[in-house]
């Protein structure tokens, strides 16, 4: 598990802990890594959450499947970053999305009762952890706001520029790279593959960006 130490420490809910103390965590909370082969699903959508999810090695998506069996991605996930823990706060509420892997993984699950109930072993680094939580939740909601924001555009191509611009604010660059190959994106955006694509080039014939396979750079960026 110890391997897995310096990827725990770049998560939200372990930032400021050492080797000591995310020892003693971990051993309180009885958490075990489990593996994940590619295309598994790690979370299923219906099902209940019952505890918090890091990735610690590999990368996996969390998406939704409509009635007609149409698929919207949600986000992605790469190690360290963390999922569920809004449902695993509702573990009554049924799952919306599934979380799958997308290449082989190492997961880490965290029983959501332990990790909020302070015990006597390590009560204070619970309290910190419960703290990275809401923090956790907090900026999933502003997630959730953006992926909104890109939504409620009414074209294929206002929603991907947004998309576009949002990734580059992040970034901090006008070149970047987004974690979606095409259909992926189309997904992401909820929009048809072959109209992303013919938006993509017409684009980049205007001069307003150059697309090379995950790799855009915005040439008219503010």
């Known amino acids: 598990m110890q391997e897995f130490f310096p990827i725990l420490r770049r998560s939200v809910l372990f930032q400021g802990l050492n080797d000591a103390e995310l020892s003693d965590v971990l051993g309180c909370l009885n ?21 918090i999810g890091v990735l610690l ?16 991605i949600v986000t992605s996930l790469g190690p360290a970053q963390i999922f569920a823990e809004a449902f695993a706060c509702q573990s009554d509420l049924p799952l919306s999305v599934s979380v799958v892997a997308t290449t082989d993984c190492t997961v880490l699950l965290l029983d959501f009762r332990r990790l909020i109930t302070t015990c006597s072993q390590a009560c204070v680094f619970h309290s910190r952890i419960i703290l990275h939580l809401l923090q956790a939740l907090a900026a999933q909601n502003l997630l959730l706001n953006q992926k909104l924001e890109i939504l409620s555009q009414r074209s294929t191509r206002q929603k991907l520029l947004t998309y576009l611009q949002q990734q580059a604010l992040t970034a901090g660059s006008s070149t970047f790279c987004i974690p979606y190959n095409r259909q992926e994106l189309a ?11 013919t938006v993509i080039s017409q684009l980049e014939r205007e001069g307003q960006l150059i697309a090379k396979r ?8 503010n």
């Open 187 to 197: 997904d992401f955006l909820e929009v048809d593959r072959s109209g992303l694509s």
């Open 57 to 72: 090695r590999g990368s996996a998506q969390i998406s939704r499947i409509d009635y007609e069996g149409n698929r919207s």
């Open 31 to 51: 958490a075990q890594p489990a593996e994940y082969a590619k295309n598994q699903v790690i979370l299923a959508q219906g099902a209940h959450a019952q505890a």
């Open 214 to 221: 995950q790799q855009f750079t915005l040439l008219s960026a």
